[in-house]
């Protein structure tokens, strides 16, 4: 009875031991960036003034004889998340350690944060009601300015969950030969309806009805 007692305390205490060490390392090969747009034309015509957009890279950029980098893919994340929802202790070292799917030792990993998420600009900088109104097509031409800015050209895959998901088949159908492979993931390519569409009615209502949001107006 005591070896059984002594071995599950040593499986206990190592399990955490080894998530931190995983953990560490997708740390380790994380840095953080930020584009500058000064001028952004959104699809409806307005355009956005100096437009901050934020994104997280892991790994490192590979080159072919052209000079072009041959090893990059794109992750984007979902609606009420940001490009740190993929570092999670309990996700990231399953994705990006050595051996992971996507490990960042052979992979140049690019997560931008979409316009209003995370660290890129957002209704709640200053502008609150006055943000121009902005869509998925806003959010690929966005991550492509992203990835010009980087001098990518090619993809080897894209990824989304969710609302990412969605930005994964409107990329696809953007820039058709910019990648791949694509994944989306909890998503169709069908216009949003039923339940889906409610839970986003309630949210935007919610926002526009908050005194603090009419006030800035």
């Known amino acids: 009875m005591v070896r059984y007692c002594l071995f599950i305390t040593l499986v206990l205490f190592y399990f955490p031991l080894e998530a931190e060490q995983m953990q560490a390392q ?8 930020f584009l500058k747009i000064e001028h952004f034309r959104l699809t409806s015509g307005k355009t956005l003034r100096n437009l901050k957009l934020h994104y997280l890279t892991l790994g490192k950029p590979k080159y072919n004889e052209r000079h ?8 984007f994340h979902a609606t009420i998340n940001d490009s740190s ?6 996700l990231a070292p399953f994705l990006f350690n050595k051996g992971a799917p ?4 052979k992979y140049y990993i690019i997560i931008p944060d979409g316009i209003g998420a995370g660290q890129s600009s957002k209704p709640s900088d200053g502008l609150y009601g006055q943000f121009p109104v902005y869509g ?3 959010q690929i031409a966005a991550s492509k300015a992203v990835l010009d800015s980087l001098g990518v050209n090619h993809l080897k895959l894209v990824l989304g969950t969710s609302m990412g998901g969605m930005l994964t088949w409107l990329w696809g159908e953007t820039y058709p030969d910019s990648t791949d492979v694509l994944i989306p993931i909890v998503s ?3 216009q949003v309806c039923g339940r889906n569409f409610i839970w986003r009615e309630m949210m935007l209502a919610a926002i526009r009805n908050d005194p603090l949001w009419l006030w800035k107006l």
């Open 26 to 33: 997708a740390n380790e090969l994380q840095k953080s960036h």
């Open 68 to 75: 072009e980098i041959t090893n990059a893919i794109m992750l």
């Open 136 to 138: 998925y097509k806003d």
């Open 85 to 90: 929802s993929f570092l999670q202790s309990s």
């Open 102 to 105: 996507f490990d960042a030792q």
């Open 188 to 190: 169709t390519p069908l």
